[in-house]
């Protein structure tokens, strides 16, 4: 048998590519929305995923504070905005697109994604950024054996997993618990949030008699539904471990230097 790639798709979008979202956009602050659209833009600021940019007539509360500073984005010069709803105050919120921008963008607003409370696709929540239409996420079944060392310890020895495909990333592969020595890691407090898998239920670390590695496994209990095949189950980062996939250690996996001693 082959020893498993470690190659994989490249992000494909340029920055400052603009396209139209076919969804309806909303985001609110304390409760209030502040707009509702159908028109929304996806602009690519950097390569990884693109922001939304929201016509400015389709804003439904709040006033938007020029904060007269203008900079260079990825997708062109733009007009730094506070954003005021209510009593509420949001320092630097928004951006406004300049002349000089892509003509796409002309009227509309793009806003920094922390400073709204929350925003909703449809009418389903979109979590950190929002979800590339280039980008796939698959969780797909595999009979490839995964064995999981550190130190010349062995975390995992499983006899399948599931092998998480996502583009522009490492393969993932998410084993059942079951296959996992538990009394060898210990609970993380970490918690990250993706936008296409969800929000993380756990991460785990590892001590060994030589070096202290954290938070080198983690997963998803209640993933989104599009990732649901890994819930329950748990990975390790790739190239913070020894990754054995079918008898082969995974090319690239092995780092002498990545412990941190206590």
Same mark, same amino acid.
């Given at each position: 048998m082959a020893t498993e790639s470690v190659l994989r798709p490249s992000l494909i979008v340029p920055i400052g590519h603009v396209e139209p979202v076919p969804r309806r956009i909303r985001a609110a602050i304390d409760g209030r929305v502040v707009f509702d659209t159908r028109r929304a833009l996806y602009v690519w600021e950097w390569k990884a995923f693109p922001q939304f940019s929201i016509p400015l007539e389709d804003l439904v509360e709040g006033v938007l504070i020029d904060d007269g500073h203008e900079e260079q984005l990825g997708a062109g010069p733009a007009r730094r905005h506070s954003l005021q709803v209510g009593s509420e105050v949001r320092e630097g919120a928004a951006w406004v697109w300049s002349p000089g921008a892509p003509e796409p963008l002309q009227g509309t607003v793009r806003f920094e994604w922390? &400073?709204? !409370? @929350?925003w909703m696709e449809e009418d389903e929540p979109v979590f950190v950024h929002p979800r590339s239409p280039y980008s796939r996420v698959d969780a797909i079944r595999s009979s490839s054996s995964v064995r999981v060392e550190l130190d010349g310890v062995v975390l995992a020895d499983a006899p399948n997993c599931v092998k998480l495909f996502e583009t522009g990333l490492p393969t993932r592969y998410y084993l059942d618990r079951t296959h996992i020595r538990w009394s060898r890691l210990r609970h993380s407090d970490t918690v990250t949030r993706c936008a296409y898998k969800g929000t993380t239920s756990a991460y785990w670390s590892f001590d060994s008699d030589i070096a202290s590695h954290q938070d080198i496994a983690w997963g998803y !209990?209640?993933? *989104?539904?599009? &990732? =649901?095949?890994? &819930? @329950? /189950? *748990?990975?390790?980062? =790739?190239?913070?471990? !020894? /990754?054995?996939v079918d008898g082969d250690l995974l090319p690239g996996s092995s780092d002498p230097t990545r412990g941190v001693r206590p």
């Amino acid at each position: 048998m082959a020893t498993e790639s470690v190659l994989r798709p490249s992000l494909i979008v340029p920055i400052g590519h603009v396209e139209p979202v076919p969804r309806r956009i909303r985001a609110a602050i304390d409760g209030r929305v502040v707009f509702d659209t159908r028109r929304a833009l996806y602009v690519w600021e950097w390569k990884a995923f693109p922001q939304f940019s929201i016509p400015l007539e389709d804003l439904v509360e709040g006033v938007l504070i020029d904060d007269g500073h203008e900079e260079q984005l990825g997708a062109g010069p733009a007009r730094r905005h506070s954003l005021q709803v209510g009593s509420e105050v949001r320092e630097g919120a928004a951006w406004v697109w300049s002349p000089g921008a892509p003509e796409p963008l002309q009227g509309t607003v793009r806003f920094e994604w922390d &400073a709204l !409370d @929350g925003w909703m696709e449809e009418d389903e929540p979109v979590f950190v950024h929002p979800r590339s239409p280039y980008s796939r996420v698959d969780a797909i079944r595999s009979s490839s054996s995964v064995r999981v060392e550190l130190d010349g310890v062995v975390l995992a020895d499983a006899p399948n997993c599931v092998k998480l495909f996502e583009t522009g990333l490492p393969t993932r592969y998410y084993l059942d618990r079951t296959h996992i020595r538990w009394s060898r890691l210990r609970h993380s407090d970490t918690v990250t949030r993706c936008a296409y898998k969800g929000t993380t239920s756990a991460y785990w670390s590892f001590d060994s008699d030589i070096a202290s590695h954290q938070d080198i496994a983690w997963g998803y !209990d209640f993933p *989104t539904m599009q &990732a =649901n095949r890994i &819930a @329950g /189950l *748990t990975t390790f980062y =790739n190239d913070r471990v !020894d /990754l054995y996939v079918d008898g082969d250690l995974l090319p690239g996996s092995s780092d002498p230097t990545r412990g941190v001693r206590p």
